[in-house]
């Protein structure tokens, strides 16, 4: 079951700016950018740079921030890259920078840009937070969980935070310490239904199967219809070998997301388990799993279907 990564893309602009340093054309450009006129805060920036004195770092800056929004990335970089040129101490273009380079997928200069944006603002949860996303997706966990760890203590309310520690610890296989990450989450948003999936996957990780359904019970009562609450609760009890409630589970599932391609899977497992009588019922489970695309069920199908 995949875990839930969230990236925050920071509101602020990194650059403490004082009144007397921009001008009227500025402010009215950052205003156009407030009010998701991108194109128009393009235009703006575009004057301000004739403009005499203007200060090009926040134009660049700002610019760059709404060539982003209108997914122009090579003017963003361009323009960022610009504004470093011009003051190689600004943290927040250091971050925004790692920030379209992480949305190219270029791991390492987003991994750079962010490591520099620490250095220059060791007090900045975000970029700690950024940090610790990008060493999540190079695959360095005990790099991401430090920067997580930074990230909390500087701003011990992130809840995108604890929710990303705990996928990070759920992948190295700590479960315990996942649970109390997402415990942590929950009293920031006690109704999050995804929340709820993940603390009970983690409790099925423990062989914890009733905890773990009354997890999926309340993931259900939050967000009716969720699929991959009901498959996981089914999950649980297969794993209890209650067959009949857990076909019950994945039935439902099935009929919300007819396209669930591991809900035929596991079905089928129940069924054989559950009645040798229903080995054909079961085989169509494994045979609508397989045309789905889960190849594990193909050897499922060589040994009980052939």
Do not use: W
């Amino acid at each position: 079951m995949r875990q839930f990564l969230t990236l925050i893309f920071g509101v602020f602009f990194g650059i403490q700016i004082q009144a007397q340093t921009v001008d009227s054309l500025y402010l009215k450009a950052r205003l156009a950018y407030d009010n998701g006129n991108f194109t128009e805060c393009v235009s703006l920036c575009n004057q301000g740079f004739q403009a005499q004195n203007a200060n090009n770092v926040y134009y660049y800056h700002l610019r760059g921030r709404a060539y982003f929004k209108i997914d122009q990335h090579n003017q963003c970089l361009k323009d960022f890259g610009q504004a470093i040129q011009l003051n190689d101490t600004l943290a927040g273009v250091y971050n925004d920078r790692g920030l379209v380079y992480l949305l190219l997928l270029d791991y390492k200069l987003a991994k750079k840009d962010f490591e520099k944006a620490v250095n220059l603002d060791e007090k900045n949860a975000e970029f700690y937070f950024n940090l610790a996303y990008v060493c999540t997706k190079m695959i360095k966990m005990d790099n991401a969980i430090f920067y997580y760890n930074k990230s909390l203590e500087i701003g011990p309310s992130n809840y995108d935070a604890f929710v990303n520690r705990a996928y990070v610890h759920c992948v190295q296989q700590h479960f315990k310490l996942a649970i109390q990450d997402y415990d942590s989450a929950l009293k920031l948003q006690p109704r999050s239904a995804d929340l709820y999936l993940q603390r009970g996957m983690a409790l099925i990780s423990l062989k914890k199967y009733k905890d773990a359904i009354s997890m999926f019970n309340r993931a259900i009562k939050f967000k009716p219809g969720y699929y991959h609450a009901y498959y996981s609760r089914g999950r649980a009890r297969l794993e209890m070998k209650e067959f009949k409630t857990a076909i019950l589970d994945f039935d439902t599932a099935v009929s919300i997301k007819p396209d669930f391609e591991i809900a035929y899977f596991t079905r089928g497992i129940a069924k054989l388990e559950l009645n040798s009588l229903l080995r054909d019922a079961a085989c169509a489970d494994l045979r609508k799993a397989a045309r789905l695309g889960y190849g594990e069920a193909y050897n499922y199908i060589k040994k009980y279907c052939e």
